[in-house]
């Protein structure tokens, strides 16, 4: 407490304008804080019964002998323009702001939009030049600014072009618990204001860290939880068929042109995979054919397959020795199976597999099936590529490389 009562006027209503405000008013000052909506402080007010008053800027500015500036730097001038100027005149004004960007901090580096050579204290002082501002408390976060627990006593670098304003704000800093260092005209703001840079970086890195390595929890419960729906769907699957069709014994083409029946493709088996092939013209259906090549020796362990394209039998026989397919393949032409089965869209074929069941009469039916593409359960290397830093990206398949 000091035996003058000074009235501190605060243009700024957040974090700054608060732990500036308490410091004031535990040394028994009386402090107006301003707000373009002074209702949102009502609860600011309750708590601080004695000696705070709210406002709008401009009557925290007039109320204040002394003021201070704590609003977001990109809309110091804003606020500014919403207080009469007269309010300002010959007033010792705290500049607390920093010139902080919107832009993302790089590796705990905030950005500025002043440039090495400028800051926004001159700009201030510049376009205000009845108004004796003082550039203090920027550097330091709001939680140290009144009492700072540092040891040995710290620092409050300050400077401005007014020497009674800032013997004032002086007298402040050391009623808030500070030692002081008066660096010189509002130049050195160049200087000092980059100083909340080097005091934020600890901080912000250690929430980068933070929220990194929340996200890669969140990645790997992602990953478990699919897991598990994945091991469920499976259960459910194959002990469930969806809705089982009847379907016609379709004739199919070789490519020796040997005719062969879909009854045939079941061997001893009742069951069947069929891959609905788009033929030789799609790069994408040859990359999830040469994947089923390299497994197909597992798969014929379990059950039959086949590959169906919708290529003349010539086409698809001289294709598939260019790419080495050990695997059963045969032709739709001149048929309606992949129509009837539903992997055909306005006369083209589609990407996918069925299965088939044949009952004890011999009756076929299309049980389940699934439709290809980038990322689905039958073609792995999106998987493979989604742990590289951005993933796929535009890669495309070829039929060479
Ligand atoms: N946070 C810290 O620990 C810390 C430490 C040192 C220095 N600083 C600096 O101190 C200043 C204040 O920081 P802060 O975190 O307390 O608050 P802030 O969130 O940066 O700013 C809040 C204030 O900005 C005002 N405001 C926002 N948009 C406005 C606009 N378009 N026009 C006019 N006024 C507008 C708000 O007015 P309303 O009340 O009307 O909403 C509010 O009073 C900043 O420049 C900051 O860089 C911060």
Redesign the pocket.
């Known amino acids: 407490m000091h035996n003058t009562m000074r009235k501190i006027g605060i243009i700024?209503?957040?974090?700054?304008?608060k732990a500036l405000a308490k410091g004031f008013l535990s040394c028994g000052d009386t402090v107006m804080m301003?707000?373009?909506?002074p209702k949102?402080l009502d609860a600011w007010l309750k708590e601080n019964p004695e000696r705070a008053k709210t406002g709008t800027?401009d009557e925290a500015a007039r109320f204040g002998d002394i003021l201070v500036l704590?609003?977001?730097?990109k809309?110091?001038l804003?606020?500014l323009s919403?207080v009469e100027e007269k309010a300002i005149e010959n007033k010792t004004i705290i500049d607390?702001?920093?010139p902080?960007s919107g832009d993302p901090p790089e590796d705990g580096v905030l950005r500025f939009f002043t440039g090495p050579n400028e800051s926004l204290l001159e700009r201030i002082q510049e376009k205000y030049p009845r108004g004796n501002f003082v550039k203090a408390?920027?550097?330091?976060?709001?939680?140290f600014?009144v009492n700072p627990p540092f040891k040995p006593q710290a620092t409050m670098f300050i400077c401005g072009n007014n020497e009674g304003a800032k013997k004032e704000v002086t007298k402040i800093c050391i009623d808030f618990g500070w030692e002081l260092m008066d660096m010189g005209t509002a130049k050195s703001a160049r200087a000092i204001e980059p100083l909340?840079m080097l005091w934020c970086i600890p901080g912000i890195r250690e929430m980068e860290t933070k929220t990194q390595k929340s996200l890669l929890e969140e990645i790997r419960e992602t990953e478990s939880a699919i897991q598990d729906l994945k091991q469920k769907l499976l259960t459910l699957k194959a002990n469930v068929a969806v809705n089982p069709q009847l379907v016609s014994d379709y004739t199919f083409t070789d490519g020796q042109n040997q005719k062969i029946r879909l009854s045939e493709l079941f061997g001893d088996k009742n069951e069947l995979l069929v891959v609905h092939n788009m033929g030789k013209s799609c790069p994408y259906c040859t990359l999830w054919a040469d994947e089923i090549n390299g497994i197909i020796h597992h798969i014929e362990n379990r059950t039959p397959f086949v590959l169906i394209s919708p290529d003349e039998p010539e086409i698809m026989k001289e294709f598939s020795a260019s790419r080495n397919w050990k695997f059963k393949i045969l032709s739709a032409k001149g048929n309606s199976f992949k129509k009837d089965i539903g992997f055909e869209d306005k006369g083209k074929a589609t990407p996918g597999v069925s299965c088939f069941i044949k009952d004890a009469e011999g009756k076929i039916y299309h049980r389940d099936n699934a439709v290809f593409g980038p990322g689905d359960n039958f073609c792995s290397l999106w998987y493979y590529f989604s742990l590289l830093p951005g993933g796929a990206g535009n890669w495309h398949p070829k039929y060479s490389y």
Do not use: H, P, Q, Y
């Open positions: 700024g209503s957040g974090v700054v304008a301003g707000s373009r909506d949102k800027f704590a609003v977001s730097g809309v110091v804003d606020a919403l607390a702001t920093n902080i408390f920027n550097s330091v976060g709001n939680a600014m909340c």
